[in-house]
Each structure stands twice: as C-alpha cells, then as structure tokens.
C-alpha cells in the first residue's frame, strides 16, 4: 500500500479544513487535505456572521472571498405576527468586522479550498476515510478513493474537519447524544424574484409562525437573484404535516403572512430537502495528536448561523497549538483548544436555549429601539463575537439572558409571553 508522510493530514475541505490548511502552510508545514465528496458541492449553512471575516484575514483568504461576488450581509431582520426588529451588526461592542456575506456554499467551499490549494496546501477530493490510528509520535489514517484504490497518509498530526461527516467520531466511537431535543429542518432555494419593499436583502429574515413560536423560518439572499429558504421546527410537528417536503415547508410559509408576501413570485431552484436530528455532540475534541473541528464535534442548531463561524474559530485555535506542539513547546489542548473552544459555544448554546424557551425572541423584539450597552453587546454575540470576555452575555450567557428578559418584559406584547 503506497504511504504519503505529511506533517498535518487534515480530513474534509469545507470552511474548518481549508482555512485549517491555509494557515497551516502559512506557518511552513506540509498539509494534506482529504475529502470524501468533489468540489463544487452543495452545502446549506449559507448566511455567514461578521467575526468570520477575522479568521479569513488570519488565513490570507479574505481578499478573494471579498472578490467573489457574494451578497453582502450587515445584519438579521426577525418578524412575528406583523412585527419586525433588525439587528444591525456594527451596533455592536466587540472591536473587529461589522459586515460579511451571504453565500452559495458550494462556490464559497471551493473558493477556499483552491485559496488553500493556492498556498500550498495537497488537496484530494474523491477520497474516503476508512482507517484512523494515533499515538504519541502521530497519526495515520487510510483512504479509498472513488476507483477502490487504498492509501495511507502518515502525519505528526492530524484534524478532522469531516463537518457532518464526522468521520473520526464514528470510527472512534465519539457520538454521545445532543443536549438539544431532535428538530427537523426543510430547506431549498428558490428563484426568489422579491419585489416587495420592505425586504432588505443585506440582512438574514428569520421569521416566527404565529401559531407555534418553536417553528422558525429563514430566508437568505444570495447572489444572481437566488434565495435559500428553509424551516425549523419540533420533529413531530413537521413530520406531522400531510404531502411532500416541498409541500410542507409552502404550507409552512402560507402560515406566516409577511414571508408568503416576500415570497409571492418565487420559483423552484433547488429541491427541498430534510434533515432531522441534526445536533449532534462528540465525548472528547482531542486525542493523541489528532483534534476535532467545528460540526465533526459539535452542532448546535441553525438559528444564528453560527456553524461555520464555530469551525473557522476551531481552525484557528487548533493552527496556533499544532505550531506550538510540532516545534516541541509543551501544550495544554484541554485548556487551550477544548475549554476556549467551549466559551463560544456555550454562548451559543444558551442564546440557542433562550431562544426555543421564547426569552430571546422577547429580548429581540423588545430590546430598547436606541443602541445602547446591553443591545450592543446582544448584536456582538449575534455577529458571532462569543469569546470576547468582555462581553457580559459571553461571561454568564444563560444568567445575563435571563436578566435582560425579566428588564424587558414588561415591553412584551401578549402574543409573545410565555
């Protein structure tokens, strides 16, 4: 069997793998990135937060995102019931980027895997992980390709960046439940053609169905007059709507007025699809030299797009310690990686809670209308700045949530209370 020595293999060429990759090679080392599907490939996850823009810089990858043609994006605009609230992200506490993108993800995808290709980077795209072994001294994982050939890539380290794939938690019996209860998502894109005036194609709309607050909606403006759009909502109750997904999901969307208004003359793109149960969680990020990125440990839930940010955010923390440990400096992965990892995601992960226990919505919608310090520092969480300690939410998220929701309570309209 032909073996290829590397010094960081790296499984999976989305966001984590690719800007993993380009920093990587930045720092001088030989990297080697292997991918199950070809590029380009359809992905959802398309509406990217501002604190991405940083690790794009990081890697030298921004330029050429920023060249690419995408829709730009400076905020979210939330609706029930004939109401709206917009979150303008650079009202926000955190320093750093106040903008970004709105993006095909199978253009954005194979625009960083070439920009990491660009550098350096070996990319190998057809090829499957069947094997994976690690120690002390490194890791060594087998692959087959697409004609059955077999292949083995030795490294002194190695990420998994497989995304939902997560070819390391399965082949290493990481899989442990979700915290979050199963939901399904029905997602497509659509020929948008919105003429309505009100619509602002700079930001996300994430709309709430008046009937059933625990089903969200969200529509995503991208480039050359496309629209992503999908719902999410409690498994039984999608699952318990009669006809096809594409039916559902319009039937969905008749329920919520506005959206139905944007919508009017929308025409099929792409087929509507489903995914249920797609939180997932690993029992442990690390092991002897290998690490896991972004969804290949943990995703949390769609609502504030904050899948690719975590996973660009893993990328970087991880580059930074592998440089460190290949040079022989002692490392500490647990504080360093998975606990700093972790106070992004538990920020999320309580504005994720708050958010299906109806807390955020009220907060959302009955924020004070002037910037002031507490909505700055909710629009800076939402920009995807959770690890700026500065930030009171990102300190104490669930506490902070829960106080901030009591303080506006008594602004919140009847059909919004618990």
């Known amino acids: 069997m032909n073996t290829t020595q590397r010094d960081v293999v790296i499984i999976g060429a989305g966001p984590a793998g690719s800007v993993a990759a380009a920093m990587l090679v930045k720092r001088g080392y030989s990297v080697e990135v292997v991918e199950r599907q070809h590029f380009p490939r359809f992905s959802i996850g398309e509406s990217l937060l501002p604190q991405c823009m940083e690790f794009l810089a990081e890697a030298d990858l921004l330029e050429s995102v920023q060249d690419g043609g995408f829709q730009f994006k400076d905020g979210a605009a939330f609706h029930q019931d004939g109401v709206g609230s917009d979150i303008y992200f650079p009202d926000k506490s955190a320093p750093g980027p106040g903008t970004t993108f709105q993006v095909k993800r199978a253009d954005f995808d194979h625009l960083l895997a070439q920009g990491a290709a660009a550098k350096g980077a070996e990319m190998c795209f057809g090829e499957e992980v069947i094997a994976f072994a690690s120690n002390a001294q490194g890791a060594s994982i087998t ?67 008046p009937h059933n607050r625990q089903i969200w909606f969200w529509l995503i403006p991208l480039a050359d007059g496309l629209s992503s759009i999908g719902a999410v909502g409690p498994r039984e109750a999608l699952e318990g709507l009669d006809g096809t997904d594409h039916e559902r999901l319009w039937a969905l969307i008749g329920d919520v007025p506005y959206l139905a208004q944007v919508l009017k003359h929308a025409q099929p793109y792409r087929p509507i699809s489903s995914i249920v149960g797609y939180a997932c969680a690993v029992k442990s990020l690390i092991g002897p030299r290998y690490a896991l990125l972004g969804n290949a440990a943990e995703f949390l839930d769609p609502v504030f797009s904050s899948g690719v940010t975590i996973a660009m955010k893993s990328a970087s923390l991880s580059t930074k310690l592998i440089d460190k440990e290949l040079r022989g400096e002692a490392v500490d992965w647990q504080r ?83």
């Not at 003429?195 to 996300?204: A, G, H, L, Q, T």
């Not at 504005?351 to 629009?379: E, H």
Request: glycine fraction near 6%.
């Open 143 to 209: 692959v087959r390709n697409d004609a059955g050939l077999v292949r083995q890539i030795d490294a002194r380290f190695a990420l998994d960046a497989s995304g939902f794939g997560r070819s390391l938690a399965k082949l290493l019996d990481l899989e442990t439940p979700s915290s979050f209860p199963p939901r399904r998502s029905l997602f497509g894109q659509v020929v948008d053609h919105i003429s309505e005036p009100s619509f602002d194609r700079n930001k996300i709309l994430i709309s709430i169905h």
């Open 336 to 418: 360093d990686f998975v606990d700093e990892l972790y106070v992004g995601i538990e920020t999320f992960r309580a504005c994720v809670g708050a958010w299906y226990s109806g807390k955020l919505q009220r907060i959302i919608f009955n924020r004070p209308q002037s910037v002031n310090d507490v909505s700055r520092m909710l629009t800076s969480v939402l920009a995807g700045y959770a690890w700026d300690r500065t930030n009171s939410i990102v300190r104490d998220p669930v506490r902070f949530l829960d106080l901030v929701d009591q303080l506006c309570a008594t602004n919140t309209p009847a059909s919004l209370r618990p």
